[in-house]
């Protein structure tokens, strides 16, 4: 009698355990500690500094926390969300720099995986009316600067560069649209022609003789050449793009010529006059500063003229809620702005 009664109270024991454990384990597996988040923006490229940033709402779960750092933590906010998409506007006004951003489940939940973003500077147009709006000599070498009624110049510094940027805004950029309108007064030594250049995704450093580096050089001369350089840090990080090469789209002499480069990423488009006549991938630098720079040979008179400016920014298209994708993570750069390329 008492075998039977215990093998009854075990299989009674047996069979409640048996319908306990799988839904504790079920609810150990669902646990939204570590729930995986959709996360729309800001990533990529933006110009927004008090941005929005966008998430899916996970089932049944209304307390959130969005973390935001560049090098150290900006902040750390609660947020409530009661419907199908979450969003909180950045309580802070950013720099000009690079983020990353995470979400995770309120007050102990796991960090989602970060989404990194840059704020770019903001496009600018410039028609150098009596100012050389925004830009400026760069580290005060090489000829002074100076605007006229309708247009910048410069006569140069014998045997060195003239760099100029734009410095307005914090001045770096990422992906964009940049053209200038030029003209060069003489300057040429015998059958040799001096450089007339637009400079993009440049960095902080100069030699001797001025030349603005790293970063990439797109040049024009006055007997109708052109070509485009990626100065780095060292000889073995410099490479040629496009050596002088003749093209019909230039104007020959002291003639204004518009340059314009158009920087996605990698991927770079060279246009002179309205016409394309370099397209390239290189990786070499992610981002920098923007501007112009000229070089005179010693012994000659010359003049550079910028009659035009115009940077347009090319931000990242944001994720669409439905069918989102992560965002690719940004490399970094120099300056405290992320980086060394």
């Not at 960090?111 to 704020?119: D, E, N």
């Not at 001369?221 to 350089?229: A, L």
């Not at 040629?240 to 093209?247: P, S």
């Amino acid at each position: 009698m008492r075998t039977s009664l215990r093998l009854a109270l075990l299989l009674t024991f047996v069979l409640v355990v048996s319908a306990v454990l799988p839904a504790a384990q079920a609810l150990a597996q669902s646990s939204p500690r570590e729930a995986t988040f959709e996360m729309y923006g800001p990533s990529g490229v933006i110009l927004d500094r008090t941005p929005t940033f966008e998430w899916k709402r996970i089932k049944e779960q209304s307390k959130y926390e969005v973390r935001l750092t560049q090098f150290k933590e900006v902040f750390v906010r609660p947020v409530t969300c009661e419907t199908t998409y979450c969003a909180f506007t950045s309580p802070v006004t950013l720099g000009y720099k690079d983020y990353y951003w995470e979400v995770r489940l309120a007050p102990s939940g796991t960090w989602s995986s970060p989404m990194r973003f840059v704020v770019s500077s903001p496009g600018f147009t410039t028609h150098f009316t009596n100012t050389l709006g925004g830009f400026v000599r760069y580290k005060y070498v090489g000829g002074l600067w100076d605007a006229a009624a309708t247009y910048a110049w410069t006569d140069g510094k014998a045997g060195a560069w003239s760099p100029l940027y734009h410095k307005l805004n914090g001045g770096k950029y990422v992906d964009f649209d940049y053209t200038i309108i030029i003209k060069r007064w003489g300057g040429n030594n015998g059958t040799s022609f001096p450089s007339n250049c637009l400079m993009a995704r440049m960095g902080t450093n100069i030699n001797l003789k001025y030349y603005w580096y790293p970063g990439y050089r797109f040049c024009i001369s006055n007997n109708g050449k052109y070509e485009i350089w990626y100065r780095g840090m060292s000889t073995a990080d410099s490479h040629a793009i496009q050596r002088w090469t003749a093209h019909s789209a230039i104007r020959k002499g002291s003639s204004w010529n518009k340059l314009r480069v158009v920087a996605q990423g990698a991927n770079f488009q060279f246009y002179i006059n309205d016409t394309l006549v370099k397209t390239f991938s290189d990786d070499s630098k992610d981002r920098g500063y923007v501007g112009v720079m000229m070089y005179r040979y010693p012994g000659t008179e010359t003049e550079l003229n910028i009659d035009y400016a115009k940077l347009t920014v090319i931000q990242t298209a944001g994720a669409v809620k439905s069918a989102f994708e992560p965002a690719p993570a940004l490399p970094y750069s120099e300056d405290e702005v992320i980086g060394s390329r």
